[in-house]
């Protein structure tokens, strides 16, 4: 198909509520039409440029002040238009929660964190994603809302497919919510792609938690190696309990790349990611164990 | 598909305009409003070169719905300079030569703007690392960061004296 990428040659209706029950309203009275929920606007409008995709309306949030807020109180809650920039500007998630940190900052350049929202990475549902591993293995969840009422599901049952998410057509993702880790814990994002502001070819977030030189819980998760991404509970199991070594990590590198079931696609062929999924899951698995260490030492001493 | 009135701040002026809801930003200013400093590269959020102000943050004009900057603040390449006095990272990619075709330069100039703001000092690797969303397809980055290096040292001296300046103005009023 020729594209023009200058224009926005579809048609459609614009909405722009300012409050959060007038966006439900909205939601529950066109639930019929096809709707779509406009943020940021980096993934949609490029799709919507560059696919056959046509909606109705647009539905734009970026009105909806209630939801920009970052609360740090307990673990960490992110309203739904909260920029990415605004995100990793904060203190707690670098410290906290590194390896949402390390997959915000990986992600694009700095306007494009401007425009984007971790809800609308979430709602695009990628397997490329760079902030659902991250979120994945910090157990994170996403608050659903609708005239109805609302839910909570966990990142790991959100995605369905590649573009598919359990959400219901009158439904908005209001808030993600990341529960407090706990002080022996720490985690790590890393990606290969082409070019550093790049989509990624394959990725992978580690969260573990230590105590001297056991590893107490582990949670592994791989993007853009399946329709959506996915844990690697195999190797979390072979890892939990153990003692951390040079062998036990090359071991479960081994584990995880025989997990896996990467394709071939624009991107990277199959034998790259299975090739590089042992290898960015071991440095993963080491970036995150120090970085255990290092914390617990820096509150100790402080 | 009717049009939508919208209002807004363009380098400093009141616009009221009306918008389709499929229009662009970056086609509302260089259309409508001849502001053809702003530059159609990529139109996916790739190359950088569609880079405005909104509210004082760097977006990208190709990616944003012109409906989308009701009541917000817009400023363009254009609105950096004061008359005839050119902005000082302007000034900076004239003396350092980091403008070869041009065509990147509105939106090198803007994010190099908002690095400096968020980061007054930034070593080579933070100039990078910021910039890597704006594409230079003559590949001049090597003078594009020593622009935005001697731009950063030149602000830096002019904050110092006028730290300096406040200081004597200080100890002059406490003389008095």
Redesign the interface.
């Known amino acids: 198909m020729q594209t023009n990428t200058k224009i926005l040659a579809k048609k459609f209706g614009y909405l722009s509520p300012d409050t959060l029950q007038e966006a439900l309203t909205l939601l529950d009275v066109h639930k019929k039409n096809h709707l779509k929920i406009l943020a940021g606007g980096t993934d949609l409008l490029v799709k919507m440029k560059t696919t056959d995709l046509n909606v109705d309306y647009l539905m734009s949030i970026k009105n909806i002040k209630e939801l920009d807020y970052l609360d740090t109180d307990k673990g960490l809650k992110i309203g739904a238009i909260t920029t990415l920039s605004h995100i990793i500007k904060e203190k707690k998630v670098k410290t906290d929660y590194t390896a949402l940190f390390e997959g915000i900052h990986s992600m694009a350049a700095p306007a494009i964190r401007n425009m984007g929202t971790i809800a609308g990475n979430l709602g695009n549902a990628s397997p490329a994603a760079d902030t659902i591993p991250p979120l994945m293995v910090l157990g994170a969840k996403v608050k659903l809302q609708s005239k109805q009422g609302e839910r909570t599901v966990f990142v790991e049952d959100f995605t369905t497919g590649v573009g598919k998410t359990v959400m219901e057509p009158d439904e908005l993702i209001s808030e993600i919510i990341i529960p407090e880790i706990s002080k022996t814990s720490s985690s790590a994002f890393l990606k290969k792609s082409r070019v550093k502001a790049d989509l990624s070819k394959i990725n992978c977030a580690v969260y573990l938690e230590r105590r001297s030189n056991v590893c107490q819980d582990c949670r592994i998760a791989f993007g853009s190696v399946a329709t959506t991404v996915i844990r690697a509970r195999k190797t979390e199991e072979l890892l939990k309990g153990k003692v951390i070594n040079v062998d036990v990590i090359h071991q479960a590198a081994i584990e995880a790349s025989q997990e896996i079931k990467p394709i071939d696609d624009i991107r990277s062929t199959a034998d790259y990611r299975l090739a590089m999924a042992g290898i960015m899951l071991r440095d993963a698995i080491e970036l995150a164990w120090s970085r255990a260490v290092k914390g617990k030492r820096s509150k100790k001493s402080g | 598909?009717d049009k939508?009135p919208i209002q807004f701040t363009l380098n400093s002026q009141n616009k009221q305009m009306l918008v389709f809801?499929?229009?662009?930003l970056?086609?509302l200013l260089r259309d409508e409003l001849y502001l053809t400093g702003t530059k159609?590269g990529?139109?996916?959020?790739e190359c950088?070169a569609c880079?405005v102000f909104i509210d004082d943050?760097?977006?990208?004009s190709?990616?944003?719905?012109a409906?989308?900057i009701?009541g917000k603040e817009i400023i363009t390449i254009e609105g950096l300079a004061k008359g005839n006095e050119l902005h000082p990272m302007q000034i900076a990619f004239l003396k350092h030569a980091a403008v070869q075709c041009g065509f990147c330069t509105p939106g090198m100039i803007l994010?190099a703007i908002?690095?400096l703001r968020e980061n007054p000092n930034p070593t080579e690797e933070e100039i990078k690392?910021?910039m890597?969303?704006?594409i230079c397809r003559c590949t001049g980055y090597v003078q594009i960061v020593k622009a935005i290096k001697a731009c950063a040292k030149e602000q830096n001296k002019q904050n110092q004296h006028d730290t300096i300046d406040s200081i004597v103005m200080l100890r002059r009023c406490q003389d008095d």
Do not use: F, K
């Open positions: 598909m939508i809801p499929n229009d662009l970056i086609n159609y990529c139109g996916i959020g950088g880079t943050e760097p977006i990208l190709c990616l944003t719905l409906v989308s009701n994010t908002a690095l690392e910021y890597r969303g704006n």
